[in-house]
């Protein structure tokens, strides 16, 4: 349908029905439909109170990003781009001069019909890696390697699965918050029968936009599950004397060479030739509520991201960083999740493999606020203190376990 029809219709709609939500399905596959170009503002549905916002659909064309999907979210204040093509992941967050997300050397946003994930020995997830926010899993996640005679490739399948059925809807009344939520399908006969339904919502004139994902079993057995929210931040908010900040239990090395860094892994360095990566294993601390924050603040703490979500939904939590050069991606990863990102196999024998009964269903939920100034990365700060309150950083010097070992 041709954008100039589709408003006139939205316009028509809010005529007629001032006071009803307003929803509209971009793609679903069992109606076999996919609008084109698309776009919609708030005039055009009725909402002419507080910020303007936008919201858009467009095809990508050219390499290996032909045919992919971007949906863009302009809330007023800060927009956003999600990838349905790409499971739904997040491309990058912008707002002024701050940008959450990264340089990659990747710069196109791939379509998976050109990616092979099990490439390089089960590394082929790195061939598209380039976005903000990725959801890994669901029938595992972590590290590629061997479970039960089978190759786990990096990071699952879902964030190189494309939505099945996506949807647009505004709230109604006042903030008329905007949700963007898309089905993502992991269905492969004999071993997995997941349904996600992912949600990137914001209200307009807001700095934060909140994950909220359903993950349904719809097979008739019990199954093994992973999560991990890849969320990636480089520059402003990465620099030499950068420092994640969060209520942490205990903190432990992922393997030897984060060994050698432990005293010091709360903070970052320049982009270093060579650095490769470190990865941190983390506890974090919940407040009454159950719930805990963390925090990526720059050098001057006069920038930062917060995210704040449940400890009982994603109890376990890994700090990547990966000080390379900027031109190979400089780059740390904050990444709760429903256990490490060790292999599965590995993971099942530390007791970290959660399981889903038949029919059965576990929600997530994560919100992540910009911190546009001092004063916003100090109340993070206090907010966090007073998580943490009297309770001791237990620091293990050794890692837990082997990752190379079978």
Known sequence: MKTTLWVA?????????PAAAKEFVLIDSEASTREGDWSVTSKQVGVTAGPAFSISKRALHGGKQEGTDLIEVNNGKMTFWV???????????????????????IKEVVNPAFMTLDARGGLGWLDGFNEWLVRCGFEWSGHPGMDDGKLMTLHGRVGNTPASKVVVSIDDKAPHRIHIRGRVDEKVFKFADYEAWTEISTEPGSLSLRVSDTLTNRSDYEREFQVIYHGNFGPPLLEEGSEFVGAVKQVTPFNAKAARDIATWTTYLAPTKDFGEQVFNVIPLADATGMTTVMLRNKAANLGVRITYPVDELPYFTLWKNTDTLKEGYVT??????????????????????????????????DYTILPDAPSVAGTGKDIAAIQGDQKTTVVNDPEVDPTEE
Not at 9 to 17: D, E, R
């Open 9 to 17: 219709i939205v316009m028509a709609f809010a005529a007629v029905a």
């Open 333 to 366: 990863g904050l990444e709760p999740g429903t256990g490490f990102a060790y292999t599965r196999r590995i993971e099942r024998r530390s007791g970290r493999v959660p399981k889903l009964a038949a029919g059965a269903s576990r929600s997530f939920t994560l």
């Open 83 to 105: 990838i349905p093509t790409r499971g739904m992941n997040v491309l990058r967050v912008k707002t002024g001069d701050i940008t959450l997300g990264w340089t990659s050397p």
